[in-house]
């Protein structure tokens, strides 16, 4: 395992009806997060909400003796990252009297999860009434408030800086070098990796779920364990195909072209599909099948992933 330097992982989910993280808004509208594409509009969940829904994930599912910290009031961390999964895989900044300012880099970078279908091609606007008592005993009053709702496919991606799980850079001075002092045994590390993996099977602490359940969990999902740390695979998901707009279509080149670059220093890849999400999914399959990657489920492909980290 000590070769693999980076694991990366980019997947496609289909949401039902749902508002998954709101924009602005105003008194009585509760939008959706959007931004524009040559003049579309497209939703988004931002990469601070993903952080939130991996985290919550992680701790919902943590076994006895494993330690998570929570946020103070003034949304401070604990900062141990021998003892903290939180501190370790998410980073912190402490202040200090001293040096200003304890400071962790996340060893995960999470992307923002991007709505590749128009938004007015795909939402709606749901009524909603909130009653409410203007004074004791007096008549029952409402309040308007209108939803922006909306179902599409939404592209998400983690990379993982497998080096940093568990360490800290040390600067040698002296010799102009950098090593990394590690807290935690290599088990362990590993341990906490396959913690945050095992989530994206399992999340589902988003916003206004009471009343828009859905599901976010992957319905396509790739996971490369890399020789090297790279980003690359998060361009892995396209719609269209020859910069023509071809909905529910996985561009078949870009897709090709990328699952190249990245197999040149990936000890492993796996995937997985389940079946209806895109409408070309048999192309997709051809692509994989000529490069000698296996399709699973979303569900198996992930635990296929675990097991290879133990």
Request: glycine share 6%; hydrophobic share 35%; proline share 3%.
């Amino acid at each position: 395992m000590k070769d693999i330097k980076g694991i990366s992982v980019a997947w496609l989910s289909k949401t039902g009806l749902t508002n998954l993280n709101s924009g602005e808004g105003e008194s009585n509208l509760v939008d959706v997060k959007k931004f524009k594409k040559e003049g579309v509009e497209y939703p988004y969940v931002s990469g601070q909400a993903m952080r939130f829904y991996l985290r919550e994930t992680i701790r919902r599912n943590l076994e006895e003796k494993s330690f998570m910290c929570v946020p103070n009031d003034k949304g401070e961390t604990c900062g141990g990252i021998k003892t903290c999964i939180n501190c370790d895989l998410f980073g912190f900044m402490l202040p200090e009297k001293t040096k200003g300012a304890s400071k962790r880099v996340s060893p995960i970078k999470v992307s923002p999860a991007v709505g590749l279908l128009p938004f007015e091609e795909n939402a709606t606007l749901d009524f909603l009434t909130r009653r409410k008592f203007k004074e004791k005993g007096e008549k029952q009053e409402g309040d308007i408030v209108n939803v922006e709702i909306g179902t599409n496919i939404y592209k998400c991606g983690i990379a993982v800086d497998l080096q940093r799980v568990g360490g800290e850079e040390v600067v040698d001075q002296k010799n102009h070098t950098v090593k990394i002092k590690y807290e935690i045994k290599e088990n362990e590390r590993m341990a906490r990796v396959r913690k945050l993996i095992e989530s994206l099977k399992y999340m589902a602490d988003y916003s206004k779920q009471a009343r828009l359940l859905t599901d976010f969990t992957p319905d396509i999902i790739c996971i490369s364990l890399q020789k090297k740390y790279s980003h690359r695979l998060q361009k892995l998901f396209e719609f269209g195909e020859n910069n023509e707009k071809i909905e529910r279509n996985i561009n078949t080149e870009i897709f090709s072209e990328i699952l190249d670059d990245v197999k040149e220093y990936s000890d492993k890849i796996f995937f997985g599909m389940l079946s209806g999400i895109v409408k070309n999914e048999n192309a997709v399959k051809e692509v994989l099948a000529n490069r000698n990657i296996a399709v699973e489920t979303p569900q198996k492909a992930i635990e296929n992933a675990l097991n290879f980290l133990k």
